[in-house]
T-cell receptor, first 115, second 115 residues
Framework: ETGVTQTPRHLVMGMTNKKSLKCEQH?????MYWYKQSAKKPLELMFV???????ENNSVPSRFSPECPNSSHLFLHLHTLQPEDSALYLC??????????????FGAGSRLTVL | AQKVTQAQTEISVVEKEDVTLDCVYE???????LFWYKQPPSGELVFLIR??????QNEISGRYSWNFQKSTSSFNFTITASQVVDSAVYFC????????????FGQGTRLTINP
């Protein structure tokens, strides 16, 4: 596979469930991102990992827990979510580092519905 | 703080018409990058162009052209002879120079090209 792959593409969960979103990139990039896309809102940056280290947490509630075990994989662990957390969650990657130029390659997203 | 404004929420035109998507940005940085991304119905954002703040030359790529005017803090995108396949949500975005910094998106413009 090439590019950025996100699984699952669709997820429905109750407020008491625990689930995880997975992102994998095959581009040799060193930075990975989670974005949230809600209806009628701009894309919101949630987390940034640069060389596996978290460099940005954009005041995201603790019910969202990211994990970046290596530069190719990024997870978003979800627990006790609220209905307002229903959104499209987009993963992206880029070269990162000081020489990075912020051209992000996005996955197709995971559509999350919280009941 | 950085901010990107896309005042046009939705645009609908008939195929073969020219259409311009507006983007106005705010930043205190003296150097920055500007981007346009396309989000087709499949969900993933597709990179279209990156422009360095030092380079105010307009750019043309096939039917796409971009007009960067630093004096008015605008980075507008024109599609000439639009086609149905151009239907998508288009996002303008802004970031700093260093890699893995925040990419701030506008709210997006939904473009519908009618046959």
């Amino acid at each position: 596979e090439t590019g950025v792959t996100q699984t699952p593409r669709h997820l429905v969960m109750g407020m008491t469930n625990k689930k995880s979103l997975k992102c994998e990139q095959h581009l040799g990039h060193n930075a990975m991102y989670w974005y949230k896309q809600s209806a009628k809102k701009p894309l919101e940056l949630m987390f940034v990992y640069n060389f596996k280290e978290q460099t940005e947490n954009n005041s995201v509630p603790s019910r969202f827990s990211p994990e970046c075990p290596n530069s190719s994989h990024l997870f978003l662990h979800l627990h006790t979510l609220q209905p307002e957390d229903s959104a499209l969650y987009l993963c992206a990657s880029s070269r990162g580092g000081a020489a990075g130029a912020n051209v992000l390659t996005f996955g197709a997203g995971s559509r999350l519905t919280v009941l | 703080a950085q901010k990107v404004t896309q005042a046009q929420t939705e645009i609908s035109v008939v195929e073969k018409e020219d259409v311009t998507l507006d983007c106005v940005y705010e930043t205190r940085d003296t150097t920055y990058y500007l981007f346009w991304y396309k989000q087709p119905p499949s969900g993933e954002l597709v990179f279209l162009i990156r422009r360095n703040s030092f380079d105010e030359q307009n750019e043309i790529s096939g039917r796409y052209s971009w007009n960067f005017q630093k004096s008015t803090s605008s980075f507008n995108f024109t599609i000439t002879a639009s086609q149905v396949v151009d239907s998508a949500v288009y996002f303008c975005a802004l970031s700093g120079i260093q890699g893995a910094q925040k990419l701030v998106f506008g709210q997006g413009t939904r473009l519908t090209i009618n046959p």
